[in-house]
């Protein structure tokens, strides 16, 4: 598939046209970003791990009967994907406080939620994404009430699912951020929603279960170090890495080459 023009460029991917009209290629970039762009580093390799990390939760949600953008991942950067028309809303669900949730309401870091917290912000970098409620999306017409309670339930369940898959491997899943948009279906007929975007270390909160150690992109927000690595054993934990790739709590540290499995 070859790439058209570029027709967006965001804080970490770039979206290029194809010759197909309903189809688009995202491309993952090393840019990585914090506080709404405030905090900007190159952090080499990060975008092939995302690549082929989102690659892997997509494909798996996909197989649990979410629809998905993803049409399959083209190179080490690359895939191909479903133009979708994107809800101007992030949706976060939180399992344990941390992050916003305990500077905006003073909850203690590391709660356990009773049940998953669904949040809902304004996609909107300008304005720095604020919090808003179901009423200011029905107000203002950025998604009728039928497509935020699918949305909704789409959302639990995908908690549930990647809940399930990340404590497989010793990995809490605190939080995440998702995206979705509506895309045409097979047959062209009629739009549907899609679960859109990438879900990867740097959208999620990954704590290992045992030494709470933070596996995800608050290493770069918090000047912990050792981002890359952190993107790398997950990776190797969800077994995209090869085996002999031991990032280990000895060697995290070490720059470790990436390498991938063969499809
Ligand atoms: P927060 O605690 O900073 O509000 O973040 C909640 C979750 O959403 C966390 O997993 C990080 C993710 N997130 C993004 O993916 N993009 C963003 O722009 C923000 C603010 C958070
Ligand atoms: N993605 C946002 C930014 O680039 C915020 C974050 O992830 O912390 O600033």
Not at 12 to 29: C, G, P, R, V
Not at 124 to 133: G, H, T
Request: charged fraction near 35%; charge should be positive; glycine fraction near 4%.
């Amino acid at each position: 598939m070859n790439k058209g023009s570029k027709l967006y460029e965001g804080k970490a991917k770039i979206i290029y046209e194809t010759k197909d009209k309903n189809l688009l290629i995202q491309h993952f970039k090393d840019d990585a970003t914090a506080f709404n762009n405030l905090k900007k580093a190159k952090v080499e390799g990060k975008g092939v791990l995302n690549n082929r990390i989102s690659e892997y939760i997509l494909t798996n949600l996909s197989q649990c009967g979410i629809k998905t953008h993803l049409v399959k991942r083209l190179n080490m950067r690359e895939q191909l994907i479903r133009k979708a028309e994107i809800f101007p809303v992030e949706f976060i669900v939180r399992n344990i406080a941390t992050g916003s949730l305990t500077k905006r309401l003073g909850i203690p870091e590391g709660t356990v939620l009773e049940k998953p917290l669904l949040e809902y912000c304004y996609k909107n970098d300008q304005l720095k994404d604020p919090l808003i409620s179901k009423e200011h999306i029905f107000s203002f017409g950025w998604a009728d009430e039928k497509e935020i309670k699918l949305i909704d339930k789409l959302t639990l369940r995908i908690n549930d699912i990647l809940t399930g898959m990340f404590r497989a491997i010793d990995i809490k899943l605190v939080d995440f951020k998702i995206e979705y948009g509506k895309a045409w279906n097979k047959d062209a007929e009629k739009k549907e929603i899609v679960l859109a975007d990438e879900i990867s270390p740097d959208t999620c909160r990954l704590w290992d279960v045992k030494t709470e150690k933070k596996l995800d992109k608050d290493r770069f927000r918090k000047d912990l170090g050792n981002i890359i690595q952190a993107y790398q054993e997950v990776a190797r934990r969800l077994r995209i890495m090869p085996e002999e790739t031991n990032i280990s709590e000895v060697n995290f540290g070490k720059t470790i080459p990436i390498k991938f499995k063969k499809k």
